[in-house]
């Protein structure tokens, strides 16, 4: 499996501006927090599954969280 380097700032920029913490992201992404903090530090490049349920718990575009 392959793993996607994200967009660590408008990642954090985009959930704050929803108004949603990282709990209630992992919660709707069917994740962990720990991940969500993760990939919001930069520390991990998450995969593309889990991108997906990100951008759908966000309601945006995949493009968005993503380099390319």
Known sequence: LHSFPTRRA???EIRESKG???EKLALDAGSYQSTVIRIEQG???PKLSTLIAIANALKIEL???TNF
């Open 10 to 12: 408008s990642d954090l």
């Open 20 to 22: 949603m913490s990282q």
């Open 43 to 45: 520390k991990t490049n």
């Open 63 to 65: 493009t968005e969280l």
